[in-house]
């Protein structure tokens, strides 16, 4: 999130003051510095790290001619330090020369004193939208260059083979996919690499966790908002069906969305178009939508919990992910994968398995599947010494054999589905001592999910 601070620079205080309140009623945080000297300090401790991240400033506004440091002398110098600043130059001294120089220097604009209020604040809005899209544009190229093709995905197993034969199948197509699959199977890595296999790779791929934020926050993120359409909507806001406009949205945990968000969600899809908070007219959107849920979402749709009409728009084609004890087989390419790629990252030498611990590795049950395997590795490399993992450095539990999922059987006379939920809920979260994220883990579903579940159902631990 890049913050909305800008750094003034200008000799004369009643300008700085200006600009300031100016700035500040658009929503701005503003520094007013009156020489050139003190910006540089101001913009050198942003680079260096002196300065929180809230306190760096992407913009900067200098007059041309000033005492001590000349604007253009400071617009230089200034981008040596931060070659990404965006630099506005305002004089009343202006001419082609000046002009031409700044942008040669790169300068995003140059405004003549006086300047109409409305000009400045349209100047440096369309500043703030270049320096966005500079950095979208990175974080794409990075990503492009990061993951190009399927090789992200570890396996050979006959599972794996189908799912790579799927995705390379669906991709060049626009429909929308359903992801499903216990936690830590990978659905956002499967999301990503039909992504980058669509016509649609050159552009933005967003992701959003569903379950990880409130209605209302949900609902801005998703479809954006308008300025003033509640307390702290200071500017319009793009929602992520926006900002995926020409890629891929991905919605995960879609199952734990409510009802009004699953309303707007249907007509996004149908319609193609979404009406943000507070606005009156719809916009219109162009961009892939693929889900996914470690929730059964026909079980949702019979207790009430999740729409039909939406569950058929989002599943056009599903696609269900193998749990890691259901692809035993795989367990010892990604465990290399995950120990070559650790050992790497923290700059040690080489590791390999002991035959005995990759016996461990192989036949433990992965609740928490391929996120769980890669945790557990992690962890022996940074505790073994050694150049070998043994047994004494894997978790107690994958050396015990103890991560196969619980075991239940609904009491004869459960009248409905809640209270079988419920009752389910309450046996694993005794057998794992109240311990909710090994409870998340053994259920397949987010932590979050577990406090709401309790929530609902007024479930407390017991003493």
Excluded at 202 to 221: H, Q, R
Aim: proline share 5%.
């Amino acid at each position: 999130m890049i913050p909305r601070n800008i750094l003034i620079v200008d000799d004369e205080i009643s300008m700085c003051d200006f600009l300031t309140v100016i700035l500040s009623n658009e929503g701005y945080k503003v520094k007013a510095v009156q020489d050139g000297i003190e910006a540089l300090k101001v913009l050198q401790n942003r680079v260096t790290g002196v300065s929180p991240a809230q306190e760096q400033f992407p913009c900067m506004i200098t007059d041309l001619k000033m005492p001590k440091m000349d604007g253009l002398t400071l617009l230089k110098r200034a981008r040596e330090i931060a070659p990404e600043l965006g630099v506005v130059v305002i004089t009343a001294y202006a001419s082609l020369q000046s002009a031409v120089e700044a942008l040669r220097l790169g300068a995003m604009d140059y405004v003549t004193k006086p300047f109409k209020v409305d000009e400045i604040k349209i100047v440096i809005e369309k500043v703030f939208d270049q320096i966005i899209l500079r950095q979208e544009n990175l974080h794409l190229r990075k990503q492009l260059s990061e993951r190009t093709d399927l090789d992200s995905i570890i396996g050979k197993s006959e599972e794996m083979r189908k799912l790579l034969e799927m995705i390379r199948r669906v991709a060049p197509t626009d429909s929308t996919i359903l992801i499903t699959g216990e936690s830590g199977t990978g659905k956002e890595l499967v999301a990503q690499a039909i992504h980058l296999q669509s016509r649609r790779a050159k552009g933005p791929f967003v992701s959003i966790n569903c379950g990880a934020l409130p209605e209302t926050l949900l609902e801005s993120e998703l479809f954006g908002h308008t300025k003033g359409s509640f307390t702290g909507a200071i500017k319009n806001k793009d929602g992520l069906f926006k900002v995926a406009d020409g890629g891929t949205l991905f919605l995960d945990e879609v199952g734990e969305t409510s009802h009004a968000i699953q309303v707007k969600l249907l007509r996004a899809l149908q319609e193609k178009e979404i009406m943000p908070v507070g606005a009156t007219q719809p916009i219109p959107v162009d961009c892939r939508v693929l889900a996914a849920t470690n929730a059964n979402l026909e079980s949702k749709i019979q207790a009430g919990e999740f729409r039909t009409d939406l569950f058929y728009r989002l599943s056009v084609i599903p696609i269900h992910l193998a749990t890691l004890r259901e692809r035993r087989d795989d367990i010892p390419l990604l465990a290399n994968h995950f120990l070559k790629r650790i050992c790497h990252q923290n700059s040690l030498e080489p590791k390999i398995f002991s035959p005995e611990a990759m016996e461990k590795l192989i036949h433990y049950d992965w609740p928490g599947n391929v996120r769980e395997l890669e945790n557990a590795i992690e962890r022996s490399v940074i505790l073994e010494e050694s150049p070998t993992i043994t047994v004494d450095t894997l978790p107690g539990k994958i050396v015990s054999g103890s991560g196969q999922k619980v075991t239940f059987f609904p009491r004869p006379g459960s009248k409905t589905l809640e209270e079988l939920e419920k009752e389910y809920l309450v046996r694993v979260l005794e057998q794992t001592n109240w311990q909710k994220k090994q409870a998340a883990d053994i259920l397949g579903i987010d932590a979050s999910t577990i406090y709401r579940k309790m929530q609902r159902y007024g479930i407390t631990q017991k003493t």
